[in-house]
């Protein structure tokens, strides 16, 4: 596959994204090869760790490929994208219950989907060019790739706060929010990871302060609150985000991280995202989030999903026999 780069070098298996021209959004043939190689790697007495890492300076990875399930849709098929998210997740809670350890380098974007495939990883490295954030709410969505369960583990009310607005981490407010585990300068990358493979050990980290991070002086006691008493005290470049976002995401997204709380295992938090977007394409506001953000451009969607109480419990609803299934050992 030429989007990936998948092979074993010495003691580590190596996961490279390679569609920088794409800033590396992950495709739904890319998510089932790296679930294909983690499989393969589990019982391999040569592989002692994984690296998950990315070409071009510009991105890990901004995201799921949306674009072409959400095309399907408008030609009335749902099922591509529900296939989609099945997938991806099934992916996502691999990566967090790995019984070796990972390590994802992640530079520049990391959204959305990104967070799926480096954000579960046992251990969490960012650089001085990474941009981290939850955007899904302007294209219709919630927080998903178990985004849900990573946000409402962040202080206070940062998990709401960063869910509705889909605000961008740099390193420190990422490693604050408990997104990341390290800050380590991108040009030391390079040895690391080769020094990683030499061993099939991922404890060469150097230390190093991480940058700031503005989230921790802010006050977001606010999102604490209801989203209509959000959005009347929301001000500034937060009141725009929230402005230009899905009504029933935004919704969605609250009941989400509040309800993620509560949960024991990832797994649980991605079950319940895959209730909404199982829907999403067909019931909610997805498609055209998309086309307005991602295929026509114009950045001037017409939400037309309902969005009140009975709506966002439709959404998250229990899907019966299309609830997302897990392995036995991962239930």
């Known amino acids: 596959m030429t989007d990936l780069n998948i092979r074993k070098d010495r003691h580590a298996g190596r996961i490279t994204l390679t569609r920088p021209q794409a800033l590396n959004a992950l495709t739904h043939e890319m998510a089932l090869a790296i679930e294909a190689a983690l499989d393969g790697w589990r019982a391999d007495p040569q592989v002692r760790l994984v690296v998950i890492d990315a070409e071009g300076a510009r991105a890990f990875c901004s995201g799921g490929d949306v674009a072409a399930v959400c095309r399907a849709a408008q030609a009335g098929d749902h099922a591509a994208s529900r296939r989609f998210f099945a997938d991806e997740y099934r992916m996502n809670a691999k990566v967090a219950h790995y019984p070796k350890p990972i390590v994802a380098f992640m530079q520049g974007y990391v959204l959305g989907g990104g967070v799926g495939v480096g954000g579960h990883a046992a251990v969490r490295?960012?650089?001085e060019t990474t941009r981290m954030a939850m955007p899904e709410t302007v294209i219709g969505l919630i927080p998903d790739v178990g985004g849900s369960w990573l946000l409402a583990r962040a202080p206070g009310r940062a998990g709401e706060y960063l869910g509705l607005t889909g605000t961008r981490m740099g390193p420190g407010d990422a490693i604050f929010a408990g997104f990341a585990d390290h800050y380590v300068p991108e040009a030391e990358w390079p040895a690391l990871i080769e020094a990683m493979a030499a061993s099939g050990s991922p404890d060469h980290l150097p230390h190093h302060e991480p940058p700031p991070a503005p989230l921790e002086a802010m006050d977001l006691s606010l999102y604490g609150r209801d989203l209509a008493a959000i959005e009347a005290g929301a001000t500034g470049e937060a009141a725009r985000a929230l402005a230009a976002a899905s009504p029933l995401s935004k919704r969605a997204t609250l009941a989400l991280i509040r309800a993620a709380r509560a949960d024991r295992r990832i797994e649980q938090s991605l079950s319940r995202e895959y209730r909404f977007?199982?829907?999403?394409?067909?019931?909610?506001?997805?498609?055209?989030?998309?086309?307005?953000?991602?295929?026509?451009?114009?950045?001037?969607?017409?939400?037309?999903?309902?969005?009140?109480?009975e709506a966002v419990a439709m959404m998250l609803a229990p899907l019966g026999a299309a609830e997302l299934a897990w392995p036995a050992e991962e239930a």
């Open 277 to 309: 977007t199982f829907r999403a394409s067909e019931h909610g506001d997805f498609v055209e989030g998309v086309r307005a953000q991602l295929l026509d451009k114009d950045r001037s969607p017409v939400w037309h999903a309902a969005s009140g109480p």
């Open 125 to 127: 490295i960012v650089g």
